[in-house]
């Protein structure tokens, strides 16, 4: 009797001219209105509880995608500016008319895919495209930086080694889990310099240079590995082939680039 009185009391004052305050204030200090209507109609309000939910992740998929694309537009106008260094090694024609640059961690095994990815790029657009490897170590990642250390170090005695160094690491990346001992195995492979090799990668010359390239990272907003430019287009991701195609046509488009 009382659950028909208190529902006859929602339907009046919801029907009336009254404020929602007194609805809200009826239904808290009645709150059994609300949990005996879904006992006794449990299947109604878990359907609308769904497409509520539904409708809610669809708006939200079309703002994020709305956003990413005016981001996407913004940057194909106003491209990113990665510093090139004066003393910058790259993989492929330097003066080539795209330029691919890496934001990673050796310790990644996202990055070990984006690996992949570049060098199926470098073959398809080969002598077209040029390809630059910036750090990004992340801190839950122990074997990151001293692998960084170590390929700076490396490339001090040789641009070449240090990307023999590079592949090596990606191409057997769970064995970098063996820490110094599967760095030095791998340098040694490569007959550098070890004692230079090592005191270089603890020099305060290459931790400015692995650090330079994080905070350039972080200005871009690359939060995770691997992030990429191309040809300043941000791709946050290890996206396949295919996704930088899509960037290189519309680039061509565009009138960025002659290819």
Known sequence: MKRMMLLAAVLVVASACTSKDDLKKMIKENPEIITEAIEANPNKFIDALNNAVKAAQEGEGKRREEEEKKALEESF?????????????????KDAPITLVEYSDFECPFC????????????????????????????????????????????????????????????????????????????????????????????????????????????????????????????????PTSHFDGLIEELKKRGKINI
């Not at 080969?126 to 490396?154: D, N, T």
Request: zero cysteines; a positive charge; aromatic letters at 12%.
């Open 77 to 93: 106008n106003n491209p990113l500016q990665a510093e090139i260094r004066s003393d910058e090694s790259f993989r492929g024609n």
């Open 112 to 239: 070990s895919r984006g690996y992949g990815t570049v060098m199926e790029l470098m073959k398809k657009y080969e002598g077209k495209i040029r390809f630059v490897y910036k750090h990004l170590p992340l801190s839950f990642h122990p074997q990151a930086m001293p692998a960084a250390q170590y390929y700076e170090a490396i490339r001090l005695q040789s641009p070449e080694k240090a990307w023999e160094f590079h592949d090596a690491i990606y191409k057997n990346q769970r064995a970098l889990q063996n820490g110094e001992s599967f760095l030095k195995a791998e340098a040694k492979k490569l007959k550098v310099d070890m004692a230079k090799l090592e005191k270089d990668a603890k020099s305060e010359a290459v931790q400015k240079r692995i650090d330079a390239d994080m905070a350039e990272a972080a200005k871009f907003g690359f939060q995770g590995t691997p992030g990429f430019l191309l040809n300043g287009v941000p791709v946050k991701g290890a996206y």
